[in-house]
């Protein structure tokens, strides 16, 4: 089917406008960098996500989902596929108060604001998110953690739809297989449409005191003024990657606009007109000077597609 009467039957089955054709994909990712897809859809609630999910599947259409685009790269080569996103329909929360907190998040919200809504409420356990500008959904699918805390501490359950838009289930946060970086939804390809945390109900200013303090030392030390994803490289076991890179000699190197930080080696950073090739040749470049110096393969956190 040609791509334009593609996109028709898609907007005419979920009724909906928010469907852009060739979405420029650097506006929708924290590098702000790559290319165009297909098409992007953002969808308000389950039936339209279960519909825009047996679409793709029956029309064998490439499909992936995108939560905020922190941790997502698209190659300058674009993505022939549908990119679905979570509207503001899955930006719901419910608490639960007691000697216990239980938290129910829509996958779409934002970590920090999250953790905003729980600070107000006196709700302790997740002020370690709160500086990761990821959304709820993308933080469980990569196990997202900082100082310390990470999503696997305190997922009880994960609600998602299968990736062909047929079923629903929930997940156990025993189920999760949560590691380092790592869900079970990077194997079975579920989309996690709602949270369940468990949490503990403390005290809203020494709450929000440690939030400030983490989000202080964040910004110290991570280039928070540029475009990045982040880490750009999981840790290795028993090493830095930050570290090795310093030690091989790459802090500052340069391809086009695409830098090592000088502030943090672990990141690449978009110092300005980088484009996707330039910021996977630093990859590489990176890769290979770390493994001819060290023997130590980094392997990308930042998800790649395309
Ligand atoms: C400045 C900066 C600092 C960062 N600091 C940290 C940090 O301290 N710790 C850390 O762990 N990460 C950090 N990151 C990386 C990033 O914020 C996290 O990985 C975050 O969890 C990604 O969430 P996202 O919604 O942006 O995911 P996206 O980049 O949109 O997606 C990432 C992956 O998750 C999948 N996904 C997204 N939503 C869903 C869903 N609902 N269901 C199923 N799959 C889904 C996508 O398909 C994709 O494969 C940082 C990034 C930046 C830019």
Sequence with gaps: MEKKELIKRLRELLKTSSIVEDADMSGYTSFRAGGKAMALVEVENKEQLKAALQFADEENIPHILLGNGSNTLFADSGYNGLV????????????????????????????????????????????????????????????????????????????????????????AGEEMNFGYRRSILQDNGWIATDVTFNLT?????????????????????????YPSAGSTFKRPEGYFAGKLIEDAGLKGLTVGGAQVSTLHSGFIINKGGATATDILQLIALVQNTVYDKFGVMLEPEVRIIG
């Design 84 to 171: 679905i996103k979570l509207g503001r329909g899955f930006a719901n929360m419910a608490f639960d108060l007691g000697e216990r907190a239980t938290v129910g998040c829509g996958a779409s919200m934002l970590l920090s604001k999250a953790a905003a809504l729980m600070s107000d409420q006196g709700i302790a356990g997740f002020e370690f998110a709160s500086g990761i500008p990821g959304s709820i959904g993308g933080a469980v699918f990569m196990n997202a953690g900082a100082y310390g805390g990470e999503m696997k501490d305190i997922v009880a359950s994960v609600h998602a739809v299968s990736p062909d838009g047929k079923e629903e289930k929930d997940f």
């Design 201 to 225: 109900s403390g005290n809203v200013e020494e709450i929000s005191a440690k939030m400030k303090d983490l989000n202080a030392r964040r910004n110290a030390k991570q280039p928070v003024n």
